[in-house]
């Protein structure tokens, strides 16, 4: 089992539309939970930080945390085709030499 | 982004030579490091370093080698590179268990 899981896609959404994106991780241990986006050729960016349970919203993104359940999710509001983009979950984890533990990535198209 | 260079940005060489990458930073991030990003196995962590003369290996070190004299500067050494390597080379700077700011990466072809 990979310690941090996303489903790689392609996921396509229409213009308009709310995107999901989720991710699961097995360390109950992490603390912090980050969003990137990663447009092709491009070096990841971050977008989201979440530390505590719940809802944090920036704009047209929302994170969410539940960490019983060890589960973060990406939700993009009126989904544009500029946010055509792979996002990749990070984890914070203290097995791990980096601290942060990246997921491979869900690649979102979103169609006029 | 956190002020990152990384030179060079597109490089082809031969199987068997040496090659070095240079991350530079301008924030003062006391944390590098090196990834590389291969289709399928996203973001996997070489070296990283929590100070000057100060590193680690990541999970997947074998065949590379990096060097940090200054604080703004991480380096990566391919000993001798092999077809395997080809890849894209990310350096990344950050401050521990928080996020990390990527640079702009180096695409590397091994022949």
């Known amino acids: 089992q990979k310690e941090v899981e996303q489903n790689s896609g392609p996921l396509s959404v229409p213009e308009g539309a709310i995107a999901s994106l989720n991710c699961t991780y097995s360390d109950r241990g992490s603390q912090s939970f980050f969003w990137y986006r990663q447009y092709s050729g491009k070096s990841p960016e971050l977008i989201m930080f979440i530390y505590s349970n719940g809802d944090k919203e920036d704009g047209r993104f929302t994170a969410q945390l539940n960490k019983a359940s060890q589960y973060v999710s990406l939700l993009i509001r009126d989904s544009q085709p500029s946010d055509s983009a792979t996002y990749l979950c990070?984890?914070?984890?203290?097995?791990?030499?980096?601290?942060?533990?990246f997921g491979s990535g869900t690649r979102l198209s979103i169609r006029p | 982004d956190a002020g990152i260079t990384q030179s060079p940005r597109h490089k082809v060489t031969e199987t068997g030579t040496p090659v070095t990458l240079r991350c530079h930073q301008t924030e003062n991030h006391r944390y590098m490091y090196w990834y590389r990003q291969d289709p399928g196995h996203g973001l996997r962590l070489i070296h990283y370093s929590y100070g000057v003369k100060d590193t680690d290996k990541g999970e997947v070190s074998d065949g590379y080698s990096v060097s940090r004299s200054k604080t703004e500067d991480f380096l990566l050494t391919l000993e001798s590179a092999t077809s395997s390597q080809t890849s894209v080379y990310f350096c990344?700077?950050?401050?521990?268990?928080?996020?990390?700011?990527f640079g702009p990466g180096t695409r590397l072809t091994v022949l």
């Open positions: 990070a984890v914070s984890s203290l097995s791990s030499a980096s601290k942060i533990i």
């Open positions: 990344a700077t950050g401050l521990g268990d928080n996020e990390q700011f």
